[in-house]
């Protein structure tokens, strides 16, 4: 049995590609393991590129556009190996993460996954690299703003558990999709990801499953560059539908138990953030930023 699968989704991702599959390949040496790339039916020239440059990646074509969740279980379902790390392809890992990462799980055996310290393209550490159970009380204080305003505390600021420090390993609850690094005994027992989900939320719910089982999730200093939305427009209708439907999904399925006005509530409050995006979609597509990226791959993996 390997030691470690590393399973991709693609879609249309040709310009991200090929600085994640470098950074990767940079990562793996010296680890038994293998790449996995299942392609969503991209229409640019990604899988040329990729049987062109990396021959050694193992390629799976889905046929089509079956989503985030549907895709990597394909992945998973054909790999065998200890831990299985669920990486996005808009990504760069620096070279010493995955053995980092590897070396920590080995130690901590009641570790069911682990994310890592992620970098926006400018280099500013990404709040979502630390996360807690999205509650309705924790949501709230992040919708209505309170997160922000007392980000050090512990009632308020739990949404990015932003107490914790960003240079020592700590436990959290939701490890982010963009790098999920998972135990194969946790995943047999807790299972794939939810496949209701088609982009978004389904790894809130894979971490909130390990930890209803009796896992422990961790955050590492370890890095990684996370350019965020590589395949994804956010200034589309199509992409507030998905992700507002994927919060609908989760609080549907782990917060049956509230009443019927608790529910109803906040699923209220649920659409009327979806309308609220969706009315800003508009400026945000007349008023395109583009943004200057301050640290480099190359910077990131000599760190």
């Known amino acids: 049995m390997k030691k470690l699968t590393i399973v991709i989704v693609s879609y249309n991702v040709r310009q991200y590609i090929g600085p994640c599959l470098q950074s990767v390949e940079k990562a793996m040496q010296g680890i038994d393991g293998e790449i996995v790339v299942v392609d969503n039916q991209s229409h640019d020239d990604t899988l040329s590129f990729i049987r062109e440059h990396y021959p050694q990646v193992r390629i799976m074509e889905s046929g089509a556009n079956i989503g985030f969740s549907r895709a990597n279980n394909l992945g998973i379902r054909q790999s065998e190996s200890d831990y299985v790390l669920l990486l996005n392809p808009d990504t760069v890992i620096a070279e010493n993460t995955l053995r980092e990462v590897i070396g920590f799980m080995d130690a901590h055996d009641t570790v069911g996954a682990a994310g890592v310290q992620m970098l926006n393209a400018d280099g500013t550490k990404a709040l979502e690299s630390r996360r807690g159970r999205p509650t309705p009380m924790v949501s709230f204080y992040k919708m209505c703003g309170l997160a922000d305003v007392f980000p050090r505390s512990r009632t308020f600021g739990r949404y990015y558990m932003s107490w914790l420090s960003w240079n020592e390993p700590a ?133």
Not at 246 to 269: D, S
Request: with cysteine.
């Open 171 to 303: 436990e959290i609850e939701v490890v982010s999709g963009a790098f999920f690094f998972i135990r194969r005994k946790a995943l047999d027992e807790v299972g794939l990801l939810d496949e209701a989900f088609f982009m978004y939320g389904e790894d809130i719910d894979l971490s909130c499953r390990l930890l209803n089982a009796g896992w422990h999730n961790c955050y590492l200093p370890c890095k990684i560059i996370h350019y965020k939305g590589g395949s994804t427009d956010k200034t589309t209708v199509r992409y507030v539908r998905i992700f507002y439907k994927a919060m609908i999904i989760y609080f549907r399925k782990h917060y049956a138990h509230l009443n019927f006005f608790a529910r109803k509530g906040i699923e209220l409050g649920i659409y009327c953030r979806a309308l609220l995006g969706m009315i800003g979609i508009l400026p945000s597509r007349l008023v395109r930023t583009r943004v200057k990226t301050v640290i480099t791959p190359q910077e990131l993996l000599r760190s």
